[in-house]
């Protein structure tokens, strides 16, 4: 017997706001948190625009109760963790609980500011600034402070880690290996990725502009964004009150460029196509997709063939909250699985923000008014990234 | 658990599978750094894209051509790979640059091919794999998470063949930084790793690929049982083993052979002293004398079972303890990687 994987609970930092409600009052006030970096210390300060958590490792590391010498990636992590996971830590003692988290820069922050050093001196002093280089060293972190052991994971697949982290979650709940697992995945802004996505000249100068047909590339983000998921039986252990279920999940891969998106979206169609087919649903019971939408010429425009596809034309609402946060790479698939439980939760619809002009390669357009009052029973969330990976999750209104 | 491998193809310090002398010879060497023996991969990659792979794309790709070959099977249905380190030649090249060129006048290359996702992405691309593809990044049991997956998509999915691999590639500041941590020791030699302690093991590298399946087929090797745990007390570790051996409903004695993945390292020697005691009427084989020393070490293991089961002979530079040969029906690996340890139950 399979047993279903329900959302309690949400933890999500990004750089609207520090926990759920803040992020929720963000995107319902259209937050503008995209500009110049206060901490992120680049040449490109004053060219490229990215959405920074406003807070310094310091803040960061008081709001978490953690060590402020960790690897800011961890120090995300941790905060949003611990709001998700910290109410019911002591209810799910008894309870085998695991942490599957994702990251695709591990600790390149502390590494980029020592490394020059470390090359040309060879000085073993650098080395403590080193130790948590590897993804998964920030994942151990964060679980050994938490408590979480019966199972811990690290997955990178570039931006569609955490939505790869969460399917894993529902798996193992459903497959009656675990009880509880905390899922997402966290990510900083570095000079590495900064530089990186520079080079492949897809970052907007500007607020990016998803969706729309003069779009010029994405806005770099970071944060963290996680789901605290339980067995129904768990759930009526810690007193948890089920939101959503992670009612169906695919990934699949577009087999077709290391970092572009083939133009149709083959990959898009299958993860999409695949993750309704499971949870047994028909696109047109899809109350709202939140995009993947980075704001690139490419990727929207195969999401957005991709969706024209799957949904012969009757598309539900949708829209990229990545116009908000960034793209926040890693942590992508976390926090807008965070958005989507807030969005079923309180039935509303985030906007679009900045959209103006109609693409001309697709016939519809994305939701550009924040909606209330609506009954939301099922989500679409969708994530893509390099290394063709594509995932969808579907999040369904519990009992719907 | 039950997965059936079909197929294995490793690229490593002692060669590939490939080669009809692998593991035929003892190696001899006198270093602190164990590189992977590369193949020729103009077998399996054409001239032009090899030029722009790093080595451990190279190593990953080569890898899964032996074990696509082996279980005669060219496009896997899904992928799951493991990799703790990710393609590190690839990422420093770009850090080296983005710091010397002060974030100016950078090519996006090894960007491009420095996250994490590559090899898996770059097998999906040239196999033209549309399924699903993960990559696990958590440490010294990156590819038991790797296996882990292949267990939950090959339940959802019993008819597929799913390709599951470990990989990691050493660069000089990697094992610069792992020496200085402790993980490899300067001054190594065969003889050093496999039969004297001290702190610390020998740098390795490489690639362990594997076709996986729910079905059984004639020759395939089953791995009925995985568990893995983080320890830093070495007293716990007996406990775990007799635990799994429970689980696994088996005896002492049915076990006919212990693949050992005793790196050398004097803090986990206790751990190795009670487990070679404790199967020392099995045969026990050492690995990383041949493999070196990486998160993903594993994966040469259980390519050296499949190896083994395969010829029906344990390597005589591999034997530790001093049990009479017997036909090989149950093994065990284990495995440490600093704190990370795993115990498998293969049969054949």
New interface residues.
Partial sequence: MRHKAYIVNTGVITAIGNNTQQCKEGLASGKNAIGKPRFLQTHWQNEIPVAEVPLSNDELAALAGVSSGWPRTALLSAVAVKEAWQPYRESAQELRCGFFSANTVGGMDLTENVYKDFKETGTLSDIPSMVSHECGAITELVAGHFGIHDFVTTISTACSSSANSIMMAAQMIEAGMLDVAVAGGADCLSRFTLNGFNTLMILDRQQCQPFDNNRRGLNLGEGAGYVLMMSEKAAGQCNATPICSVSGYANANDAYHQTASSPDGIGNKLAMQQAMAQAGITPAEVSYINLHGTGTANNDSSEGKAIESVFAGQVPPASSTKSFTGHTLGASGGVEAVFSTIAIADGILFPNMRWQTQMEDISWKPVTEMRTGLDIRHVLSNSFGFGGNCSSLVFSKFNA | MNIYIKGAGVISAAGNNSDPSFLAEAPGYDTHRLNAKEPDYTAYIQPMQLRRMSKAVRMGIGASKIAGQQAGIEKPDA?SIGT???CLQD?EV???K??DQ???M???TA????????V???I??L?????????????G??FE?AII?AQ?YL??HPHHQMLVGGIDELVD?SV??LT??GVYREGNSTEGILHTAGKGSIAGEGAGFFIASAQPAPGALRIKGLQIF?TKDAALVSEKMNGFLAQQQLQQDDIDLLISGWNGDSRTKPVYDVLHQQFSASVIAGFKHLSGEYATASSFGLAMAAHIAGTGMVPGFCRLGSAPARPIRNIILFNNYMHYFSMWHICT
């Fill in positions: 992928l703790a380190m990710g990422t770009f850090l080296s983005m710091i002060q974030e100016q950078l090519t996006p960007f491009i091919q420095s996250t994490h996702n590559t898996g992405g770059q999906a691309l196999a033209g794999c549309y399924g699903h593809n993960l990559t696990y990044v958590h440490r049991h990156s998470h997956n939950l339940h959802a500041s610069k930084v200085a941590t983080t």
